[in-house]
Nanobody
């Protein structure tokens, strides 16, 4: 398993931008599909975005498509989530996630697909 540490959350006004980063420990990062999930108060954890091992394939939830961009730098063991045109409904704790299986084209698109979670970073968007 990989260990994940997120950063970059904070308070932003509606329409603004934030970039989240997630640094992974270990030498297997480049063999894992990676993703981002979020959880708002009183709601279930939901999928936001995922990216495959080489960064060429990405997926997004409909609610963030066109506003968020996921990317990765395997040389830095880091995955990013660039968030633009933020809305108050984007307010949540954002979690970085590594796919349960490595070395195969497997992406974390549901919580059951996840093998490792980060500790989460709070994103708050004010109206």
């Amino acid at each position: 398993q990989v260990q994940l540490v997120e950063s970059g959350g904070g308070l932003e006004q509606a329409g603004g931008s934030l970039r989240l980063s997630c640094v992974a420990s270990g030498r297997t990062f480049s063999y894992h599909g990676m993703g981002w999930f979020r959880q708002a108060p009183g709601k279930e954890r939901e999928f936001v975005s995922a990216i495959n091992m080489n960064g060429l394939t990405t997926y997004y939830a409909d609610s963030v498509k066109g506003r968020f961009t996921i990317s990765r730098d395997n040389a830095k063991n880091t995955v990013y989530l660039q968030m633009t045109s933020l809305k108050p409904e984007d307010t949540a704790v954002y979690y970085c996630a590594a796919a349960r299986y490595s070395g195969v084209p497997y992406l974390p698109r549901t919580p059951r697909d996840v093998g490792s979670w980060g500790q989460g970073t709070q994103v708050t968007v004010s109206s």
